[in-house]
Structure formats: structure tokens, C-alpha cells
């Protein structure tokens, strides 16, 4: 492992995080802020129900992806944060009592690791994490070493502070026109902690560089595919949590304190954990380091824009924190984890990725993040959520192949292939705006099971797998991925003959709903005919998965069986069960629970099943607003209904029941077409409409272009 030199910047850095910390601090004011620091951690907070969720959800917290049906994992970063936690009356376990410590430790495991090994079974060899510079370089290596293949490029747009994004575009002949073959993106860091998100990705464009030519599979997929690799797409951010975590590890490690150790332990990982990225003040661009400089009482961490929720799928929906708190929220607004920034896109980071996805037939999308052990699949809604034109979102039209897809992966790296809302909802993450504008599928990896950024080793295995998985790992997803990339039974075909030389492009122009309203959005690729006359161009669907009809089901009329049950009450912290005997089965049941003050009480509802309550449904919602639970196809028996005193002082409480029928509505949904033009020296000889569906071939007859040309 490399160890960063500790020049005067770094000391200085180190001023300003101590000023942070301590507004003044004298010799003897510093060790003892020191003494008495907040130490960031890692807690796991038990959520037995799912109003529990909602209630944790609600106080802006900094939630990790990594949560089962009873816990949410969850990143403390200072004393507010756990008096939030301890005020709202949850009970958790530390898993990480100190991550300045963990960061020690991570650093001591990965030296010893480059110690032992000579080169890791990683593709590029390596035994650390790569700083910015090195993933700069690599790419720019890549190219020089395998000039026919991989072609670096940059992105439309430098970053906040004013750097060059890069990515690498690798293919058979990639100096060349792609002319017709479809792209594989995939995507690294968006979130700033997430190294690991970063390595697979880099680690991929060197396997499939360095395979080529060697492994058939791979050399044959890479004549029929490019594939767009942008390792790190918060370039900013990434920077920050690189070197503040490599330098907090050297800080904690006494002996290489700059400061001779007496300044060791600080209050704050510094940037370590930063997630968004460097915009600190909404739509202005201020002055390049401005973002480093800018350490708040929680290490950075509230500054930036969640890049996760700047798309513009659905942009502005649950899941993602808007500009003012909402009421009852103890983060929420700009410092909150999840901030979705002022509008959709507005963010150079999501633009850049939404210029190279829209410019392409991007039939396959991963974007790569940390931690949980998961494939996610759109929506990132739950399917009974009312979307922003009043009805169900409903699952994607593509559930069946993206569910599919996302076991055949799974299978090479043992994640679980699960809907991106089973854990909590979002909107504004990349595959919901990229699927949904696009057709081309689109997922969120989870890679690793425990930690942001876990020692080396984790990476070596995650990329290559490991036990049973051994052989797989995420390169073996990433290659399946890549298959269904040239998989024409899922996209479409145009093919036809032209004049050689010709400009082909498909546009479509379109709104893009957000939550709140829509924008005006577009894709627009072109293929240049080849010398031989004809083409064939692998594209999306020409209609978007958005506006397809999709089925939900909506409650008819009346309630059929309805019961109103009077409570008396309640002890705070205690709880009191009704019961009601539902005589046949319920398209839905639904059960609301009112009280006479304006304070908190949550219910949970449980079907009685022999001797065993199973929870069916739970709502906890914020102080003052009344609880509601729906039952989806409630079979007929008992149900349980649990008013719980949160922190009431209701005198008597109130439970209501009522069983429905739905009926089954189906959408109008819209057929949408391409427009395609047939260009030479930027004029338009020809345009003509064209429909094409998922596995559809079109055979176009282009002869009008070339009686203009
Ligand atoms: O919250 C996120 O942006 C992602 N998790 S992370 O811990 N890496 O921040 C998950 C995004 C996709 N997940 C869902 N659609 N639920
Ligand atoms: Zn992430």
C-alpha cells in the first residue's frame, strides 16, 4: 500500500477540521474536545414492524441499504443524530462503535494484505484501493496499452470543482464507428464513500481489455457490443472521502501523525463517510475546494446533492428529501442524506450520465454502490404507491425479463435479486430515469455484505467470487449483463440498405414525469452507414416503459363488512389488541386508527394464525396524523389489531374496519415512434416514422434516402 505524503495542505486541512470541532481551540481546549469527540458509527436499530420504518425513515437519518425485515443498518455521525435516534425511542445494537477506529484497522489489514501478496487474482493485479489519480491514469494506461479496444473519452461536463470526468469505451474497433451495435454502461461512485462501487467497475474494463483476443466468449461479445465504463461518476465527492479516510487512518496511527500524535483522535472522519456530492449551495458554483473547506459539525457529511435521487425518474417522490424539512423531520432539507437537489438533473454529475445515455442505445445499465449484497430492479416505488398521475405506479412493464435478468446474475454472485423499494422507497435513481426514458434495462448492484468501503480483500473476492460463487462474483454478473447487452430477443432490430457514409438518427422527443410535474427530455443516437451499403442497428423500443398501459387494482364502491371499535386507554409505551372475525376473503381490508389528541400512536395489524400473530400491515406515521393500514387479499379468520401509545396522552382511541372489492383498471398507455432521418453534412434528406418493439425486427426501406442523396 501506498501511503500519501503529508505536505503542509494536508496539515492545513487538519486546522480547519479541529476549527470545525472546536471553534477556538487552545493546547488544552483541543485534547479535551478531543477526549470528549463524538466517534461516528455504524448501529443496526430494530425495526420489528414496518411502522417502525416509516418512523426511522422520517428522522432524516443516514440509512444504509443494508436492512432485513426487522432491522435497518444506520450511520451515526453525531451527537444529534443519536439523540434523534434515542429520542424517537428506538432500541439498537453498535455494530461499528467508532469508524475513525474501523478506518484504522481497515488500513492496517490492507497493508498487511499488499504485503503478502504480490499481485492480487484481480485483472489489473492490484492490492489497494485506487485514489482519483490512479483511476486517471489507469484509464489512460488502458488505452495506450490496447489502442484497437479502449478509447477514453470524457464526460460533457466538469465537475463542480472543476475536474475532467473520464470513462473508457471499450469494443472491437472502438476508433470506429460503432455503427448499429447497442451499449453496456456501467457506472462506479456515485455515492462518495462507496470505493468498492468504483473498483469493480475499473475492474471490469481491464478484464474485458486485457480477455480480448484471449477468451472467445468475451471477444465475441465485445465485436457485437461497446461497453462505457465511468468508474467513478462523483468524481468530487470520491476524492474527498479517498484521501480523508487514507488520511484519518494515518492521523489515528500515531506515528504518522503529522501532529506527533497528540492530536490523534479526532471528533469526525473528516470526509471519510461523505456520500453526495460538492454542490454546497444550490445552483450556484462555488469557488474550486470550497466543498473541502466547508466541514460541518458532522464532517462534511450534510453537504452536496444526492446524485441518487437528481434523476429525472419520478424525480421529487417519497424516498428523497426535498429543499424545505418536512414537518417532523429532524434533517431533512439540504443536509439531509437523500437531498434531491432543486430540480431533476440539476447537478453537472447526472447530466453528464444523462448526455451518455441518451446519445446511445444504452440496452443495459448497472450503476454500482456499497453495501448489502443486493441486485435492485425498478421501480424504486412500492407498486400500490399513487403515482403523480393519481394512480398505482405499479411494477415495471418489464417485470418478468428484469426479474429474470436479475436472477441470472444473481447467480454468479450470490446476491439477493430483489425490487429497489423492498427496502425503502426512492425516486431519482439512475435506473428509474434510465429504464423508464430509455426501455433499456437498468439496475442498482449493492456489492459487499457489511461496510461502505471494507478492507481490499473484499473487493478481490466480491469481483471474482468466492466459495460456491468462485468463478462468478460480480464479473460473472457483469457478463451476463453484457450478453443480454446484444440480446435481440429483447431489444429491436433496424436494418435496411443506404448510401454508404449516410447519417442515420433516431430521436424522439418527450415529457419525462417527475413527481410533481414533467420536463422535456429526448433521446437522440446516430449510426453512420458502412461501406457495404447496409445496416442493422440494435435499438430500445421505440415506446417508453412509462407510458405503457399497466393493470392495478382499484377498491369498488362500499365497504361490505365494516366494524367500529371503541378503546380505552392506553399507557404510553404500551399497547392494546382488538380483534375482528373477517367472514370471507377481502380483495383488500382496510383498518385506520383515530385518537383525540394531536400526539402519536401507531397500529399494527396481525392475521391470527393458529396459535401465532404474522403482521400484515403496520402504519406509523409522524405525530398528530391518523394511522391507516390496507390488507391486500385478506383471507378470511382473525385479524388482531394493535393500538400501540407511541407518546399519547389520548384518553380513548378509535379502530375502524372496512372489507372491499376491486375491480381491475388497465391504463390507456401510448404507442410511441422514433423519428428517423437520413443526414449528409448535417442536412436532412429524409425522414420517416418508425414503431419497433422489444424483439422486433424492422426491415426499413431507405430508398427515398438515397434518391435525395
Ligand atoms: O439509497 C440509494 O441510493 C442506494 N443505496 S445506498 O446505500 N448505496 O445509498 C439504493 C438505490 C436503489 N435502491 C432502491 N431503489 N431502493
Ligand atoms: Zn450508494
Same mark, same amino acid.
Given at each position: ?19 470545525? &470541532? ?42 444504509? @441499504?443494508? +436492512? ?14 443519536? +439523540?434523534? &435516534? ?35 487474482? &484481480? ?18 494506461? &488502458? ?25 473508457? @469505451?471499450?469494443? @472491437? ?37 486485457? /480477455? ?61 463517510? #461523505? ?21 460541518? /459539525? ?23 428529501? +426535498? ?23 440539476? @447537478? ?159 430521436? #424522439? ?7 410533481? /410535474? ?30 405503457? *398501459? ?43 386508527? $383515530?385518537?383525540?389528541? *394531536? ?18 400491515? /403496520? ?12 390488507? *391486500?387479499?385478506?383471507?378470511?379468520? $382473525? ?24 375491480? $381491475? ?45
Amino acid at each position: 500500500m501506498r501511503l500519501p505524503a503529508l505536505a503542509a495542505a494536508t496539515t492545513a486541512t487538519l486546522a480547519l477540521a479541529l476549527g470545525a &470541532l472546536s471553534p477556538a481551540p487552545s493546547a488544552t481546549g483541543t485534547a479535551a474536545s478531543a477526549a470528549t469527540a463524538f466517534a461516528p458509527r455504524l448501529v443496526t436499530v430494530d425495526t420489528p414492524t414496518g411502522a417502525h420504518k416509516d418512523k426511522l425513515t422520517a428522522l432524516g437519518l443516514d440509512l444504509t @441499504e443494508h +436492512a432485513g425485515h426487522d432491522y435497518v443498518e444506520v450511520v451515526l455521525h453525531t451527537p444529534a443524530d443519536l +439523540a434523534a &435516534l434515542v429520542a424517537g425511542g428506538f432500541s439498537f445494537d453498535v455494530r461499528i462503535p467508532d469508524l475513525v477506529r474501523r478506518g484504522v484497522e481497515v488500513a492496517e489489514i490492507n497493508e498487511a494484505y499488499a504485503a503478502r501478496v504480490a499481485r492480487s487474482p &484481480l485483472p489489473s493485479g492490484r492490492d489497494t484501493y485506487r485514489t482519483l489519480a490512479d483511476y486517471e491514469a489507469d484509464m489512460a494506461q &488502458l488505452e495506450r496499452d490496447h489502442r484497437r479496444i479502449v478509447k477514453r473519452f470524457a464526460l460533457k461536463r466538469p465537475s463542480l470543482d472543476g475536474r475532467t470526468i473520464y470513462g473508457v @469505451e471499450i469494443g @472491437e474497433d472502438v476508433r470506429r464507428p460503432a455503427s448499429g451495435r447497442p451499449t453496456f454502461v456501467l457506472l462506479g461512485v456515485h455515492h462518495a464513500r462507496e470505493w468498492p462501487s468504483g473498483e469493480n467497475a475499473m475492474e471490469f474494463a481491464v478484464d474485458l481489455a486485457t /480477455s480480448y483476443g484471449k477468451d472467445r466468449r468475451i471477444t465475441r461479445m465485445l465485436k457485437q457490443a461497446r461497453v462505457v465504463v465511468v468508474p467513478v461518476v462523483n468524481v468530487d465527492g470520491f476524492d474527498l472521502s479517498r484521501t480523508d479516510g487514507e488520511y484519518v487512518d494515518l492521523r489515528a496511527l500515531n506515528d504518522a501523525d503529522p501532529l506527533d500524535g497528540s492530536l490523534s483522535i479526532l471528533g469526525t472522519p473528516g470526509h471519510a463517510y #461523505k456520500r453526495k456530492n460538492c454542490r454546497v449551495l444550490d445552483g450556484v458554483d462555488t469557488p474550486d475546494g470550497t466543498c473541502r473547506a466547508s466541514l460541518t /459539525s458532522n464532517g462534511g457529511f450534510g453537504i452536496g446533492v444526492d446524485l441518487n435521487r437528481n434523476y429525472g425518474g419520478f424525480w421529487g417522490g417519497p424516498g428523497a428529501a +426535498a429543499t424545505t424539512p418536512d414537518v417532523g423531520n429532524v434533517e431533512a432539507g439540504v443536509l439531509d442524506p437523500t437531498y434531491r437537489g432543486p430540480a431533476a438533473f440539476s @447537478e453537472p454529475e447526472t447530466q453528464n450520465i444523462q448526455d451518455l445515455v441518451r446519445g446511445r442505445q444504452v440496452t443495459m445499465l448497472i450503476s454500482n454502490h456499497t453495501f448489502g449484497n443486493l441486485i435492485l430492479r425498478p421501480n424504486g416505488v412500492n407498486p400500490s404507491t399513487l403515482g403523480p398521475d393519481g394512480k398505482p405506479v405499479g411494477d415495471a412493464p418489464d417485470e418478468k425479463a428484469l426479474k429474470r435478468l436479475g436472477a441470472a446474475m444473481a447467480a454468479n454472485n450470490g446476491y439477493a435479486n430483489i425490487h429497489g423499494w423492498q427496502l425503502y422507497d426512492t425516486t431519482g435513481t439512475t435506473e428509474d430515469w434510465s429504464y423508464n426514458a430509455t426501455g433499456g434495462f437498468g439496475y442498482t448492484f449493492e456489492i459487499g455484505p457489511d461496510e461502505f468501503h471494507p478492507p481490499f480483500p473484499d473487493v478481490v473476492d466480491q469481483y471474482g467470487g468466492t466459495g460456491k460463487y468462485a468463478g462468478g462474483g460480480n464479473r460473472g454478473a457483469y457478463l451476463v449483463a453484457l450478453q443480454h447487452t446484444i440480446d435481440t430477443a429483447h431489444h429491436g432490430v433496424l436494418r435496411g440498405s443506404a448510401p454508404a457514409g449516410t447519417v442515420l438518427r433516431l430521436r #424522439k422527443e418527450f415529457r419525462s414525469p417527475t413527481w410533481e /410535474s414533467a420536463y422535456d427530455d429526448f433521446v437522440d443516437s446516430t449510426i453512420t452507414v458502412p461501406r457495404s451499403g447496409r445496416f442493422r442497428w440494435v435499438v430500445n423500443p421505440s415506446t417508453r416503459p412509462v407510458v405503457q *398501459p399497466r393493470t392495478y387494482d382499484q377498491v369498488s364502491g362500499e365497504p361490505w363488512f365494516a366494524r367500529s371499535i371503541e378503546g380505552s386507554f392506553t399507557a404510553p409505551g404500551s399497547s392494546t389488541d382488538h380483534e375482528v372475525r373477517l367472514p370471507r376473503d377481502a380483495d383488500v381490508l382496510r383498518v385506520g386508527l $383515530t385518537w383525540p389528541t *394531536p400526539d402519536d400512536m401507531d397500529l399494527t395489524v396481525y392475521r391470527r394464525e393458529g396459535d401465532r400473530l404474522m403482521e400484515v400491515g /403496520s402504519s406509523g406515521n409522524l405525530p398528530g396524523t391518523a394511522e391507516s393500514v390496507e390488507v *391486500p387479499d385478506a383471507r378470511a379468520g $382473525t385479524y388482531v389489531l394493535r393500538a400501540t401509545n407511541y407518546a399519547s396522552v389520548a384518553p380513548s382511541h378509535e379502530v375502524t374496519v372496512g372489507a372491499f372489492d376491486t375491480v $381491475t383498471r388497465t391504463t390507456a398507455g401510448k404507442r410511441e415512434v422514433y423519428t428517423l432521418t437520413c443526414e449528409r453534412g448535417g442536412k436532412v434528406l429524409h425522414r420517416t416514422r418508425v414503431f419497433v418493439a422489444r424483439g422486433q425486427v424492422r426491415d426499413l426501406d431507405l430508398r427515398a434516402c438515397r434518391r435525395a442523396g
